[in-house]
C-alpha cells in the first residue's frame, strides 16, 4: 500500500535502545543508582526471553522487543572498544611504565591461580576433560573491563589495582582462545598459527606507534584549525577503529588496537577534547552491550534449575574475591583495598562469554555445559554494581576507612583541597589559622585517617570520580586547591572542573613552568611550579643569613618571579603572562609588590 511506513529491524531494535537509554539513565541517575543494572534488566525484559517469547501471540510487541540478540553484537563489540579507546586516553604511556609490576605481577598470578585452581576444582569434581575444564577454568578467572572500570576508575588505590589485573587479561584473551584452538579434537594450524599471530601482531603494534608519534599530532591539529566538532569527531572514529582493525586483522583482539590509540592520543594536548567527544558515544554503546548481557539470561532456566545456578554463582564470587584479595594483601595493600577490590574483581567477564563460545565451536565444551555457566556469568555480571557497593562496605568496617558524608556536617561554602599529603595538610593549616573554611579530600585512606588523627577536616573519596565533589558543594566552594603530584590527573581534574564550573577559583600545584604552561591551558587561575618556590625560598633564607638587606632580596625575588612567567609565557604559548601566586587578583600586581616590600 502507498505511503505504508515499514519499520526495518535495525530501526526497531534502535528505538528500543534509545528508548531504554532516556528511560533507564534519568531514572537510576534519580535514585544514585549506576544505570549499569536498569540496562541489564532492560535486556532481560525486551530480550528474547522476556516480552520477545510473546510476539507471536501479540505482534505489536515486535516494536519494543528485540529478539535477535545477534542484530547487536557488533555494536555491542564497539561498546568495548570505545571504552578500552576511553581507558587509554585516561592513561599514559609512563604511567602504564609505572603499572608494569602491577600488570606483568599482579595480573599474572591472578590469572594464573584462579584459573589453575578452578581447572583442577573441575577436573576432579566434575570428571571434566583436561583441556575443557583448563577452558572453563581460565573464562571464569577473567573479570569485566566493561563493568568494572566505569566504577572504580582508575586513579584511586581500588582503580589502580583493577586496571593492572584487567590490563593483563585483555592481553591474554587472544593466547587463551588460540591455546584452545591448539588443543582441540579438531584443531588446526595449532602451534604454528599462534607464533605467526605473536610477530605478526608486534609488527603491527611497532607501526602503530611510530605512525601514531608522526602523524595523530598533525590530524588532530588541522582538525582543530577547522573549528569543526563534526571533523574532531570523525578523525578522532577514524584512528580507534583503524588502529582496532589493524590488530584485528592479524588475529590480535581489536580491543588492543584501541587502547593502543588511547594511548598515543592520550600523548598528545588533544587528548582532553577526543575524550570530551567521544564519551556519549562509548556511553551508548556499552548500554548496548549491557543490554545483549541481560537478553542472554533466560528465567526460566533459572527458575528451573536455581539451586545449582545459584551455588555455582556463590561459588565463584566467593572463590574470586579471595584469591584476589589474598594477593593484593600479600603485594603489600591495605585491608580496606584487598577487601573492596577483591570483591569487586569477583564476578565474571564478558570475556568468560567469548572464550566459551570459542570452546564451544572447538567442541572442547560441550553445549549443556557452555549455556550453565553463560547463565552463571551473565547473572554475575548483573550484580557487579551490588559487589562494589558491597566490597565498599566491608572495607570500611575492615579497615574504619572513613567515607565521603554530603556536605562533611556543613552547610557553609568551603575550600576544598584535593591531596591529604605534606602539601595538603600545609594548606589546611593556613587556612585553620585565618579561620576559613575548608574540606580534604583523598583517596588514600592512610593520608586520610592520618589528617583526622592530626585534627584537619578531611574525608575520603576520589575527585576525579562520581560525585564526590559534588557531594562536597563545590558548585559554592570558594576555591579547589589541587596539591597532588599526579601532573596528568591534575591537568585532567583542571580541565574538568573548568568545564563544569566556569567562575571557580581553581589553584594547583605544578612540577615545574612546562606542567604550569599546561595546567594554564587547562584553565587554572593559578599554577604555583614547586620548584621555583621552594628555590626562592632557600635564596631567600641564605642571602638574608649572610648579611644581605631584606628589600634588594625581595626585589631580587620578584624579578625572579617575573622572569619565569615569561618562560611560561613562552614555552606554553600563553597570550597572556600567567599570575604564580595565589594572592586575590582584585588586588593590583604592583600593591602587592609594595606590600611584600615593606613586611
Not at 40 to 48: A, D, E, R, S
Request: zero cysteines; hydrophobic letters at 50%; a negative charge.
Amino acid at each position: 500500500m502507498a505511503g505504508e511506513l515499514t519499520l526495518s529491524p535495525v530501526m526497531s531494535d534502535a528505538l528500543v535502545i534509545l528508548g531504554s537509554a532516556g528511560i533507564v539513565i534519568p531514572v537510576f541517575a534519580r535514585f544514585r543508582v549506576t544505570p549499569i543494572i536498569g540496562f541489564i534488566l532492560i535486556g532481560v525484559l525486551v530480550g528474547p526471553y522476556g516480552l520477545g517469547m510473546l510476539v507471536e501471540d501479540v505482534p505489536w510487541l515486535s516494536h519494543i522487543t528485540i529478539s535477535d540478540s545477534e542484530r547487536l553484537a557488533p555494536f555491542a563489540d564497539f561498546g568495548i572498544i570505545l571504552l578500552l579507546f576511553a581507558i587509554g586516553l585516561e592513561l599514559s604511556f609512563n604511567r602504564l611504565w609505572q603499572l608494569r609490576k602491577l600488570v606483568f605481577g599482579l595480573g599474572s598470578l591472578e590469572l594464573l591461580i584462579i584459573g589453575s585452581f578452578s581447572a583442577l576444582f573441575f577436573g576432579y569434581a566434575s570428571d571434566m576433560e583436561t583441556t575443557a575444564a583448563l577452558a572453563l577454568g581460565f573464562a571464569l578467572a577473567f573479570s569485566s573491563t566493561a563493568i568494572v572500570l566505569p566504577i572504580s576508575g582508575t586513579s584511586s588505590p581500588v582503580g589502580r589495582a583493577a586496571l593492572s589485573m584487567l590490563l593483563f587479561e585483555d592481553i591474554m584473551i587472544v593466547p587463551i582462545i588460540f591455546i584452545l584452538g591448539a588443543l582441540a579434537p579438531n584443531a588446526e594450524g595449532g602451534w604454528g598459527a599462534i607464533t605467526d599471530t605473536l610477530w605478526q601482531g608486534a609488527v603491527v603494534i611497532a607501526i602503530l606507534l611510530v605512525l601514531g608519534r608522526v602523524a595523530l599530532p598533525r590530524l588532530f591539529s588541522q582538525a582543530a584549525r577547522t573549528k569543526s566538532p563534526e571533523l574532531f569527531l570523525a578523525a578522532s572514529l577514524l584512528v580507534v577503529i583503524g588502529a582496532s582493525l589493524a590488530t584485528a586483522a592479524v588475529g590480535l583482539s581489536p580491543i588492543v588496537g584501541s587502547l593502543i590509540a588511547g594511548l598515543l592520543i592520550a600523548e598528545t594536548e588533544y587528548h582532553g577534547e577526543v575524550e570530551s567527544i567521544m564519551e556519549p558515544f562509548k556511553g551508548l554503546a556499552l548500554g548496548v552491550f549491557l543490554i545483549t548481557i541481560g537478553m542472554s539470561i533466560d528465567l526460566m532456566a533459572i527458575w528451573s534449575d536455581l539451586g545449582t545456578i545459584m551455588a555455582a554463582v556463590v561459588g565463584v564470587l566467593v572463590f574470586k574475591a579471595i584469591v584476589t584479595g589474598t594477593l593484593l594483601r600479600l603485594m603489600g595493600a591495605r585491608r580496606s583495598t584487598a577487601t573492596e577490590t577483591g570483591v569487586l574483581m569477583a564476578s565474571p567477564s564478558e570475556t568468560t562469554l567469548i572464550v566459551l563460545a570459542a570452546a564451544t565451536s572447538a567442541l572442547v565444551i560441550d553445549p549443556e555445559t557452555a549455556q550453565f555457566w553463560q547463565i552463571v556469568t551473565a547473572i554475575g555480571l548483573t550484580v557487579t554494581p551490588l559487589l562494589a557497593k558491597l566490597g565498599r562496605v566491608i572495607a570500611r568496617r575492615v579497615d574504619g576507612v572513613p567515607e565521603v558524608l554530603d556536605g562533611d556536617g556543613e552547610d557553609e561554602p568551603r575550600t576544598i583541597i584535593i591531596g591529604g599529603g605534606r602539601v595538603g595538610r600545609l594548606i589546611a593549616d593556613m587556612m585553620t589559622r585565618h579561620e576559613q573554611a575548608y574540606v580534604m579530600l583523598d583517596s588514600d585512606p592512610d593520608l586520610i585517617s592520618r589528617a583526622r588523627r592530626e585534627g584537619f577536616r578531611a574525608v575520603f573519596g576520589d575527585a576525579g570520580r562520581g560525585d564526590a565533589l559534588s557531594r562536597l558543594g563545590v558548585e559554592s566552594a570558594p576555591a579547589v586547591v589541587l596539591t597532588m603530584d599526579e601532573p596528568v590527573l591534575a591537568q585532567r581534574l583542571v580541565a574538568k572542573l573548568r568545564g563544569e564550573y566556569p567562575d571557580l577559583l581553581i589553584v594547583a600545584r605544578a612540577r615545574d613552568s612546562e606542567h604550569a604552561a599546561a595546567l594554564y591551558r587547562a584553565g587554572a587561575s593559578h599554577a604555583v611550579p614547586e620548584n621555583l618556590e621552594s628555590s626562592l625560598q632557600l635564596s631567600e633564607a641564605v642571602l638574608v643569613d649572610i648579611g644581605v638587606a631584606m628589600g634588594p632580596v625581595i626585589a631580587s625575588i620578584h624579578d625572579k618571579r617575573d622572569e619565569y612567567r615569561e618562560r611560561i609565557e613562552r614555552e606554553g604559548g600563553l597570550a597572556h603572562k600567567p599570575a604564580l601566586r595565589t594572592t586575590p587578583s582584585s588586588k593590583p600586581a604592583a600593591a602587592r609588590d609594595a606590600q611584600g616590600a615593606t613586611t
